[in-house]
């Protein structure tokens, strides 16, 4: 939540130069993004949002994201398009920063969603699987399930300082994920973060999917794992199935799954949690001094994981095929 | 350069059922403002800026405020114009805040003014004087002279840890600014804020001002004060002439100073950067724990006190009647 370069408006003139949209109007730094600095910004042309990509974004990482946008825009899906410049080029440079203009998209994020909105967004990411299928570029997910050891190491010895206990519930649960995780499944571009703060409505209907960052090339059903955590569950760790229900049967209304997608969903539910889990938790023990940006509490996530570890199948999450 | 306060989707759209402005699309906090949440907003209707009014500002004073943008913009002034809503009402309520939705000015803050910029701001200041002539509220001026000791008491005793001498030179400044404060001068509503931050241009061309929340009623020649310390100076503390005569002339061109304003202008500039001053120097002995804001350095206008002390004419800030 914080703009952390700040642009004079002499620099953006000139950056803007460099692209065919018009002369500039306004632009206001806009107080999101964890990650990196964005500006709404508005030229003779249209509406834009500006990022700058801040020091935690590899930039190694860059071309992936921004072509698979511009892939999967120009199928049709709803989501920012990068605008290249004169040059032919998405990715620019300004104030000594990566930086990139993609199209703006209307919509709000919903902060309680119900299972309309699931239904809507389990419908929009079978789409955006689809659109991705014929993207060539691959990227490994460097948060799956080999990652999670290496992260509860560099918080294990602080971890019951959190809550009691919480090292032993990982321990236990890395164990059971590292043993059973699935190999093989149906996959491609996932998004890997579609929380509620990446996807759009305006009224009931969504409007679009933002924030690619995490993309990677992994299993389907991780993705739609990774959507059960994150908008199927109170923060007190309630599951509501008929909201899970609503998010999957939206999926398969355009891609049904597997039979091995279904068996893999409770592990794949439950490795999901721990990943956002772990993240948080190590976040949360190394908050910067300064730091702009509260940490999430990592314990809402302890909490989905009791209901993930008693959950046995498919039919535990909604799905009733 | 925060929000402070959260707004979800659903209270958001709940307030917005009191206006006619159509349906929400998207809205976003703005990274902007150091005393208020702002947010950019975008209905069916257009684009406006809703504020939320957090603790700094007195809730008595938001009636004169916005009653005053209203009537500047009735006259023609480019200047945020609240929205009533249907009951008529432009103060709302939101979140447990005071809030209020203006409508949206396009436009970009210059960081290098120019003499070209100061001229247009010359302009632009001596009509907002002339369309708020015949604005029926009255605010006391409350950081004006008499503010000023009571000020440098808060700070005092540590005022040479900011830099050595500076007590006794705000000391010596506070006894021959209160000896010689001008009174009687011309007056009526001045901006008191007008930094380069709160004025917006589209290419060269002046398009709009805002941030009314430090208006009141004083002399008009103290706006220019304010003014020439704003847009003149370099933060070395460099005085450019030809910056300010063309700002003084530019404000002429609308409304020519009488001879008792050209006779006050250095006392009206030298008060008007030790207010800044001690201001900033408060803020920067103050900074409480967590700040989301840098609080900016007084000794800028420390450095600019240097010249007025010596200037002794209007002339030397540019004034060739």
Known sequence: MAVYTEVSDAALTAFLQAYEIGTLLSYKGIAEGVENTN?????????????LYEKRVRADDL???????????????ACPQPIRNRGGQALGQLCGRPAVIVSFLEGVSVKQPNADHCRALGRALAGLHAAGCDFGMVRENNLSVQAWRPLFRSAEAQADGVAPGLAERIRADLAVLEAGWPSGLPGGVI????????????GEALSGLIDFYFACTDAFAYDIAICLNAWCFDPDGTYHRDMGAALIAGYEAVRPLEPAEVAALPILARGAALRFMLTRLVDWLNVPPGALVQPKDPLEYDRRLTFHRSAGHARDYGWEG
């Open 39 to 51: 500006f709404f910004l508005h030229t003779t042309a249209g509406f834009y949002i500006l990022t």
């Open 63 to 77: 071309p992936f994201f921004l072509n698979l946008m511009e892939h999967l825009a120009d199928r049709g899906l």
């Open 191 to 202: 998004h890997a973060d579609l929380f509620t703060d990446n996807v759009f409505f305006i």
